[in-house]
């Protein structure tokens, strides 16, 4: 089980990665449309036709992909009050418990996202100005909840296995998250 732990850990860590590295490439894209959008506007009195249209589609990325990179390293917000302080079996019991809510409420959010992105597939959609299609936006949001939720369900097996071995070394618990205990 182990074996299968780290080999998905190393897979989704690669992918979080590359997520959250075109994240941050896409916030410099935004920033240097804000720029040229800025100086356009007050220097030669042209602004950019349909700029907060291309920085809301834009904006999708940079609020979805860096969801799951986050949740790898044990970042978003979480039961940490009660969780710190408890250790052993009890700790993982608990761990267990809010990864597997959390898992069924990115996977109610995954099909939502899904229904979403097939309703703007089939009917259509863009954006009021320059009438960019919706689809796209929407897909980065069901691709970035799936990884979310396969790094949920990593973590649910890893917690899983230390209820029954509590004393195995972790896999996908970062060194700073078990400095905190």
């Known amino acids: 089980m ?10 989704l860590r690669q ?29 030669f009195r042209a602004p950019i036709h349909g700029s907060l249209d291309i920085v809301e589609q834009l ?6 992909f860096g969801i799951a990179y986050c949740q790898a390293n044990w970042g978003n917000v979480r039961m940490t009050l009660l ?10 019991v608990l761990e267990a418990f ?9 996977a109610a ?12 597939w089939e009917i259509g959609g863009n954006t009021p100005n320059i009438y960019l299609p919706l689809w796209p936006g929407t897909l980065a949001v069901f691709v970035a909840l ?3 939720l396969a790094r949920l369900l990593l973590q649910l097996i890893e917690a899983l296995r230390l209820v ?3 004393d195995a070394p972790t896999i996908t618990v970062t060194q700073v998250e078990l400095a905190q205990e």
């Open 2 to 11: 182990g074996r299968f732990i780290r080999l998905t850990h190393s897979i």
């Open 15 to 43: 992918i979080e990665n590359l997520f959250a590295i075109f994240a941050g490439m896409v916030v410099l894209i935004i920033l240097a449309l804000g720029v040229v959008e800025v100086i356009g506007r007050s220097a």
């Open 59 to 64: 904006m999708v990325v940079v609020a979805a």
């Open 83 to 92: 969780v710190s302080r408890m250790s052993g079996r009890s700790r993982w």
């Open 98 to 106: 809010s990864l597997l809510i959390a898992g069924c409420v990115v």
């Open 109 to 120: 959010l995954v099909k939502g996202s899904w229904d979403n992105f097939m309703r703007t």
């Open 146 to 148: 799936s990884l979310l």
């Open 164 to 166: 029954t071995y509590p």
